[in-house]
């Protein structure tokens, strides 16, 4: 069974280019292009790892990961938050409960999204090791 990634950006250029980098490198993966969708494919496909860009119509990023942290369903899934914005701002991240951070620009482009690709088996072997948590998909 592969590990399923839900990849919620707005721009269709890097979800495509995103995806396919995920997809070559193993994963299936699902994708959403707003908060509220975000939300409701968590729910219905329940995703292994969830790759979230902090701005989203209808929903922001952060108000998505914060539904997702505060519910008892969803509070397990690691949380990578993709954004744009200064790394200044991956501290409050990580307290409302992402897994990690990721700064997109020009260098998602590069190298077939190695760096994303990277990031993810990151912090999916993190996330095995820790107790109590298990990845579907992975050994």
């Known amino acids: 069974m592969k590990t399923k990634v839900l990849l919620v950006e707005d721009s269709r250029l890097l979800r495509i280019t995103s995806e396919r980098a995920l ?11 707003d908060g509220e969708q975000a939300l409701r494919a968590v729910h219905d496909r329940m995703p292994d790892l969830i790759l979230l860009d902090m701005i989203l119509p209808k929903m922001t990023g952060l108000n998505v990961l914060r539904s ?3 519910d008892p369903v ?3 899934i ?5 954004s744009g914005l200064s790394q200044r701002n991956e501290q409050k991240l990580v307290e409302a409960g992402a897994a990690a951070y990721w700064q997109k620009s020009e260098s998602i482009l590069d190298n077939d999204s190695a760096g994303l690709v990277l990031a993810v088996e990151t912090v999916l072997n993190k996330w095995k090791r820790i107790p109590g948590t298990k990845v579907k998909g992975a050994p």
């Open 23 to 33: 997809v070559k490198a193993g994963y299936e993966v699902m994708w959403a292009a």
């Open 68 to 70: 997702l942290k505060q």
């Open 74 to 76: 969803t509070t397990h």
């Open 78 to 82: 690691p949380v990578i938050v993709l």
